[in-house]
């Protein structure tokens, strides 16, 4: 559509870079909840509790994601952990089931190794004020 309202309004032809122009390029942003809402495609919650879980790291739902703030991301990957930690808290979630051929086994396994992969994921990510803290020598003797 961008790129039709450009053709209409510049009877030029756009170029492919013009056409190629994704929608977070063009300045459409991402709140936090739609962030957490990606980080946890496939969970299907209540965008009340997507909130919740957000407001308990420390993330208002409807401000703009940045995702150059590495304090962001690690706080949204912790409400991302809470979630999973959440359904893995509900054992009817955690059977293996078996319908006609198809078996769905496994989930409390991968659901676990998922979890892991995130605690040491937010463990390795440093938060903005870390960042800007480092410095990129040290002293090896001290008086």
């Known amino acids: 559509m961008l790129a039709v309202n450009y053709y209409k309004s510049n009877k ?28 946890t495609k496939g969970i299907n919650l209540e965008q009340d509790e997507l909130i919740i879980y957000l407001q308990e790291n420390g993330l208002k739902p409807f401000d703009e994601y940045n995702p150059q703030s590495a304090t ?5 990957y912790q409400s991302a952990l809470s979630v999973l930690e959440s359904i893995a808290n509900n054992p009817q979630n955690l059977k293996n089931y078996k319908l006609d051929d198809m078996t769905i086994s496994d989930f409390a396994d991968n659901l676990m190794s998922r979890i892991d992969q995130l605690e040491r994921k937010i463990r390795s990510l440093k938060t903005d004020e870390q960042l800007q803290n480092e410095s990129n020598f040290f002293m090896l003797f001290a008086e």
């Not at 032809?13 to 962030?35: A, C, F, G, I, T």
């Not at 962001?72 to 949204?76: A, M, R, T």
């Open 12 to 39: 030029n032809k756009p170029s492919q870079d013009q056409l190629n122009v994704s929608k977070y390029e063009r300045n459409d942003s991402m709140n936090n909840l739609q962030r957490l809402e990606l980080e």
């Open 72 to 76: 962001n991301k690690k706080k949204i």
